[in-house]
């Protein structure tokens, strides 16, 4: 019986030391992330975690890391198991950690560009890739980063927004300063060739102004528009990037630049930029939003509305506006009426919304009013339900 009494304290404790590890089992810890710009083409990452795990690990990111990284910490390496990359120290467990990373331009075609060098030395940095998740034994839990950043001496650092602490996005490290635009801001590569400059600050002003009052919502911080110009030469044109929190991120090549007025290069720009600028509304709400599913909602939603704006600001004529639907309905013919393809997003989720026979603007007004109130992400029962009459309201 004394033995009994003895133990049972000694278990108490333990219990007490055990149970708060599950009871955070599932949630993020909390990481801070300290990025120095060390040299032109050189960075370093400086983790410290709030709790002890035995590995960090990121989803694949193509070559990137492989190429591009060198772990500092002594004891500690950069491995690849069960297709993800991960940070160890040989099955102990660790709290901090340091890598060195190295300027990397290549990019696989379904992922975000590492980073994106402007012809002046600026640079952006997808953090997006430095963030991942921590082991713990048998339980996998997020990365909660607070993240600090560091230039060179005299360099302008843009930071990205902390909505998401989880998934952040991409980083500036350069001379430029954003120029205001409407009430856009952009950092424009010097050398984006000097005709297409008006056209995409035109394009960025107008569309960003008519949005910000058509919907009468200001955005939480000015759009930032950042649009580099790919060092690698190539044929026609390419374009690589997308939009985040405040900001939309681009790396334009190919010959097709270098074409004086080209119409095709001017419409594709013009009509990208405010397809981009109309992610920026759709997400500028405090819940709901874009979900997972039905990705031909904001896709296709975002080509319906540019093409409104583009027509509204007379950046487009009705022409022009008439021949780019031409064109959707064509694509989307071809796939049948599908939405389950990526192109069938764009195209065919564009012609969905004009087949309802309203005013997209007017539509997307409510359906971003809908949202907020109630926290259901959009989705095609949203919009029907938007446009049937309630039998039950009194005229």
């Known amino acids: 019986m004394k033995f009994t009494l003895r133990l049972l304290p000694i278990l108490l404790v333990l219990i007490g030391l055990i149970a708060p590890a599950h009871a955070d089992a599932g949630k993020p810890i909390n990481a801070r992330l300290h990025v120095t710009h060390l040299s032109s083409d050189k960075w370093r990452a400086d983790y410290v975690l709030s709790e002890p795990v035995e590995a960090v690990q990121f989803d694949p990111a193509g070559a990137y890391r492989a190429q591009a990284w060198r772990v500092l910490t002594p004891g500690m390496s950069l491995e690849k198991r069960d297709e993800q990359e991960r940070i160890s120290a040989g099955g102990k467990r660790f709290t901090a950690f340091s890598v060195e990373i190295s300027l990397y331009l290549p990019y696989d075609l379904d992922k975000y560009t590492a980073f994106d060098r402007f012809s002046d030395g600026g640079t952006d940095i997808f953090l997006g890739f430095l ?22 001496p005299d360099e302008t650092v843009i930071a990205p927004m902390s909505k998401n602490p989880e998934e952040p996005d991409y980083a500036y490290f350069g001379p430029a300063k954003p120029v205001p635009f409407g009430v856009a801001t952009i950092i424009l590569d010097p050398q984006i060739p000097a005709w297409l400059v008006p056209e995409i600050q035109q394009a960025s002003a107008r569309v960003a102004t008519y949005f910000d009052q058509a919907w009468q ?3 939480a ?4 528009i950042l649009i580099s110009l790919d060092p ?25 630049l270098q074409r004086q007025g080209n119409p095709v290069v001017r419409r594709y720009i013009v009509e990208l930029i405010a397809h981009e600028l109309s992610h920026l509304w759709q997400r500028n709400v405090a819940r709901g939003g874009v979900g997972e599913g039905e990705p031909w909602v904001h896709e296709g939603g975002a080509e319906a509305l540019a093409v409104a704006a583009l027509e509204g600001t007379g950046l487009f004529t009705k022409a022009e506006g008439d021949a780019y639907a031409a064109k959707l309905f064509d694509e989307c013919a071809q796939l049948q009426g599908s939405v389950a393809s990526y192109r069938g997003f764009y195209a065919c989720g564009f012609k ?12 997307w007004k409510n359906m971003m009013n809908r949202t907020e109130a109630s926290g259901e992400v959009y989705s ?6 938007l446009l049937t009459p309630d039998p039950t309201r009194k005229p």
């Open 232 to 256: 690698l030469p190539s044929k026609g044109l390419s374009v690589k990037g997308g939009t985040f929190e405040n900001k939309i991120v681009y790396r334009l090549g190919g010959d097709a």
């Open 221 to 224: 911080s000015p759009p930032l």
């Open 131 to 152: 963030a991942g998740s921590a082991r713990q034994g048998s339980q996998e839990r997020a990365l909660s980063l607070g993240i600090q950043l560091t230039g060179l």
């Open 352 to 363: 969905r919304f004009r087949d309802y026979h309203t005013d997209v603007l007017a539509l």
């Open 217 to 219: 919502r200001k955005l």
């Open 380 to 385: 095609q029962k949203m919009i029907e339900s």
